[in-house]
């Protein structure tokens, strides 16, 4: 990232001012809060997890980190969040790009995921979590067992993480979650 982002959100980010950053606030640099660019600055977040809603019993199978997770501002109060679905689930490399307007003062807006569906995101300080359904996703259980095998999953991890990616194939819920920086 680059020092300007990092002034710029680092300028944004005091946690009760969070929603208001996003929908607009001023630049590092005293101006306007113009970026080089038209499509804003990502910023990359590190703790990304996602996880699917499953009987009680499959839980401790139903989270998988979302390590490429991005959360940019754009143009006003244009948010758009984009990660790789994890392929333990869906079998095959899939981006997510959730996009929504999060006006100043508001706890949670709706986005769209395009052609995969959409959701609702919801903000607690720096904490974001948004439920997508998500039917536009190609499920494909037998390269989710393969690509589980070739990452060294296999006995009874391998059979619960089959029967998470069976749950999400018949009902494609599931929430992303992340902390701001």
């Known amino acids: 990232m680059s020092m300007r982002a990092e002034n710029w959100w680092g300028s944004c980010l005091i946690a009760p001012l969070l929603a208001a950053c996003v929908a607009g606030c001023s630049g590092a640099d005293g101006g ?3 970026r080089d660019d038209d499509d804003g600055e990502a910023m990359r ?3 990304a997890l996602y996880r699917v809603p499953v ?18 501002r754009e143009e ?8 790789t679905f994890p392929t333990w689930i869906v079998g095959t490399v899939q981006q997510v790009e959730l996009e ?16 995969h569906g959409d959701g609702v995101c919801t903000v607690e300080g720096t904490r974001f979590v948004c439920t997508e359904n ?4 190609v499920v494909d259980r037998a390269q989710a067992e393969s690509v589980m095998r070739a990452q060294g999953v296999s006995g009874d991890d391998l059979t619960q993480r089959l029967r ?4 999400f194939s018949v009902d494609p819920i599931g929430i ?4 701001v920086p």
């Open 45 to 47: 977040v590190t703790n």
């Open 32 to 34: 306007s809060g113009d």
């Open 55 to 72: 009987p009680e019993e499959l839980e401790p199978w139903a989270t998988y980190p979302a390590p490429d997770t991005e959360l940019d």
């Open 164 to 167: 998470v990616t069976d749950v």
């Open 176 to 179: 992303i979650e992340f902390d």
């Open 134 to 137: 998500l039917p536009g996703l």
């Open 100 to 115: 929504g307007r999060f006006p100043a003062g508001a706890t949670s807006f709706p986005v769209s995921a395009g052609p």
């Open 76 to 83: 006003g109060d244009w948010v758009k969040i984009e990660y």
